[in-house]
């Protein structure tokens, strides 16, 4: 069988399932809850691909920086750059893109095109509401026109090709399929992105499971993430 990468796992619970809630969001401190199916993420994934390779012009061999926390707006921007063909790195300054929070954009400096998410608001989605940091585009507006459709997202890495820094993508997607997660699992996670290891534990890992992920931020409290653990019906904690 032909080794998957990163972003053909994604494809393969895509196409098993679209309709299935994929992702869940809370924000304890906000009251924010999202949900996407794999659909809906799927709309922003494309949308993301097509910023980065029919925008920009970037693709294989082309490095995206990715400062951002776990957050729902995170995961199309992590899967459209590895659907565009680029590695992803935490800290990269040598990158050809990065997406950035107001507060991680110092990071950035020195690349060439930057875009935001304002992950503190409880409307996300909608942006900054012309309050982007200085240098920062705002990545809501800049998806916004971009096609959306699944069909037209060409994936043109292959399992050799770079994917996390010193790792190819064959190798991320094994170790994803060998993070011991049952199939189907839905992991509800509290752990903040603070790198590629946190990248593959919460989101490529389920992913490669067939499962579904449950992100909770802003949350110390052992009876609401008990709660959130029975509402969501999750199955693994992280």
Same mark, same amino acid.
């Given at each position: 069988?032909?080794?998957?990468? %990163? =972003?053909?796992? *994604? /494809?393969?619970?895509?196409?098993?399932?679209?309709?299935?809630?994929? $992702?869940?969001? &809370?924000?304890? #401190?906000?009251?924010?809850?999202?949900?996407?199916?794999?659909?809906?993420?799927?709309?922003?994934?494309?949308?993301?691909?097509?910023?980065?390779?029919?925008?920009?012009?970037?693709?294989?061999?082309?490095?995206?920086?990715?400062?951002?926390?776990?957050?729902?707006?995170?995961?199309?921007?992590?899967?459209?750059?590895?659907?565009?063909?680029?590695?992803?790195?935490?800290?990269?300054?040598?990158?050809?893109?990065?997406?950035?929070?107001?507060?991680?954009?110092?990071?950035?400096?020195?690349?060439?095109?930057?875009?935001?998410?304002? %992950? =503190?608001?409880? *409307? /996300?989605?909608?942006?900054?509401?012309?309050?982007?940091?200085?240098? $920062?585009?705002? &990545?809501?507006? #800049?998806?916004?026109?971009?096609?959306?459709?699944?069909?037209?997202?060409?994936?043109?890495?292959?399992?050799?090709?770079?994917?996390?820094?010193?790792?190819?993508?064959?190798?991320?997607?094994?170790?994803?399929?060998?993070?011991?997660?049952?199939?189907?699992?839905?992991?509800?996670?509290?752990?903040?992105?603070?790198?590629?290891?946190?990248?593959?534990?919460?989101?490529?890992?389920?992913?490669?499971?067939?499962?579904?992920?449950?992100?909770?931020?802003?949350?110390?409290?052992?009876?609401?993430?008990?709660?959130?653990?029975?509402?969501?019906?999750?199955?693994?904690?992280?």
């Amino acid at each position: 069988m032909h080794q998957l990468t %990163p =972003e053909r796992q *994604f /494809a393969q619970l895509l196409a098993a399932d679209p309709g299935r809630p994929l $992702v869940t969001y &809370y924000d304890e #401190a906000t009251g924010e809850r999202t949900e996407l199916s794999a659909r809906s993420l799927a709309n922003w994934v494309a949308k993301t691909h097509h910023l980065l390779g029919d925008e920009l012009g970037l693709g294989l061999g082309d490095t995206a920086l990715i400062a951002l926390p776990a957050h729902w707006l995170a995961v199309p921007v992590l899967l459209g750059c590895l659907t565009a063909g680029l590695a992803i790195s935490p800290d990269d300054a040598s990158a050809e893109v990065a997406f950035v929070t107001p507060e991680s954009a110092a990071g950035a400096v020195g690349v060439l095109d930057v875009f935001g998410i304002a %992950p =503190e608001s409880p *409307f /996300a989605a909608v942006g900054f509401r012309g309050a982007a940091p200085e240098g $920062v585009a705002d &990545y809501v507006l #800049a998806v916004r026109p971009q096609a959306d459709a699944w069909g037209s997202v060409a994936m043109p890495a292959g399992p050799d090709d770079p994917c996390l820094p010193g790792q190819a993508r064959g190798e991320v997607a094994q170790r994803a399929a060998a993070a011991g997660l049952p199939p189907g699992a839905r992991v509800l996670t509290t752990r903040d992105w603070t790198g590629p290891g946190d990248w593959v534990d919460t989101l490529l890992a389920p992913i490669a499971a067939g499962g579904s992920i449950v992100f909770v931020r802003n949350c110390v409290d052992e009876a609401v993430l008990a709660r959130r653990m029975d509402q969501e019906r999750a199955t693994v904690r992280l």
